[in-house]
């Protein structure tokens, strides 16, 4: 494969822990590059952009997406990527960020790390990427998702001529048995607006975001002239939306607390995507999820396997722009 896209000097080595850090015309470049792969990859054409590169996978918390479509990824651009988690580090002993990061700078040529932990994640993978390096992506953090977000703007612009004007409905969603981290919708918010879509963002008051972050989508929002705005009503997210990405999170904001977190989820369970929900939106509207979803609770069977359901492509685009991700900084 020979791409058309040319890589800046000032990627080379960049870091990506959020979509923040970088620019638009930089994100463009990675969408671009993205959708040569994808091409290459449906006509069988070798992509081997990246040979004989190592990428370190540091996973804290457990994946399906995420680590094969890295893995996966980094193999089909020629490279080796070797899965790692701290239990089976010395990380797991005691050894600090510092001496994580130093030593796998010496051998390989990116660090990819998935961290959930609320108050942890984020503030370790900008550590390692203070003493590495080599690149640092993240895999997953507790504020930013960023590789998610990626794939799903890269799914919205396959499906729309123009996304400028889009309405997005990002809306919370009942579902059992543990809490979620914040940062897919954290990373919904501040790129979408940034890229003109009009985003509505729904949810419970105890269920609020980092107040830090909807801050930062509304001056991105007004940057570009889009909007931003917070409802505490379900069915906001929906009417009259293009695009719609009903997702659970749990009330880290509001609490600590596991048992009472868990409780605040069985508060709500009429928010849960279905087809009446899903006919307030246009006649086109797509339904988008990052996986896995909690069939039944989140969302039912005839949405998530329905027409308008986009999400095994929207899974599948988490290859394309990883890909892409690591080509233009490896």
């Known amino acids: 494969m020979n ?22 015309e930089e994100l463009e470049l990675l969408f671009i590059l993205a959708g040569q792969l994808k091409k290459a990859r449906r006509e069988a054409e070798p992509t081997h952009l990246l040979p004989a590169k190592t990428l370190y996978m540091i996973f804290f918390d457990a994946s ?138 729904a949810y419970p008051p105890e269920f609020r975001l980092l107040p830090e972050i909807e801050e930062q989508a509304r001056a ?9 705005q917070i409802s505490h009503r379900f069915e906001d997210a929906f009417e009259d939306a293009d695009v719609v990405v009903p997702k659970s999170w749990g009330p880290l904001v509001h609490t600590r607390d596991v048992a009472e977190g868990l409780r605040l989820i069985e508060k709500y369970p009429r928010w849960r995507c279905d087809a009446e929900r899903i006919a307030l939106g246009k006649e086109h509207l797509v339904y988008m999820h990052p996986l896995p979803a909690d069939r039944g609770r989140e969302v039912t069977d005839e949405v998530i396997d329905g027409p308008h359901s986009a999400v095994y492509d929207e899974a599948e685009n988490r290859l394309h722009v990883q890909k892409a991700l690591m080509a233009l900084v490896m």
């Not at 991105?220 to 931003?228: D, M």
Request: charged residues 20%; glycine residues 8%.
């Open 3 to 24: 791409p058309s896209v040319v890589v800046p000097d000032r990627l080379r080595g960049r870091d990506f822990i959020s979509t923040q850090d970088w620019s638009l």
């Open 64 to 201: 399906t997406r995420t680590r094969n479509s890295f893995e996966t990824g980094i193999t089909q651009l020629g490279g080796h990527g070797i899965y790692l988690s701290p239990d089976r580090m010395q990380i797991s002993h005691g050894e600090n960020a510092k001496d994580t990061a130093k030593v796998l700078s010496r051998y390989g040529d990116g660090i990819a790390i998935r961290h959930c932990t609320y108050g942890e994640g984020n503030a370790y993978i900008r550590e390692v990427a203070e003493h590495a390096d080599i690149p640092v992506l993240s895999m997953q953090d507790d504020v930013y998702h960023p590789c998610q977000v990626l794939a799903d703007y890269m799914t919205i612009r396959e499906r729309f001529p123009s996304t400028r004007g889009l309405k997005l409905g990002v809306a919370w969603t009942s579902a059992p048995n543990y809490v979620r981290p914040l940062s897919v919708p954290q990373s919904l918010i501040l790129m979408m607006p940034r890229l003109g879509l009009d985003v509505t963002l």
């Open 220 to 228: 991105n929002a007004e940057a570009a002239g889009s909007r931003f």
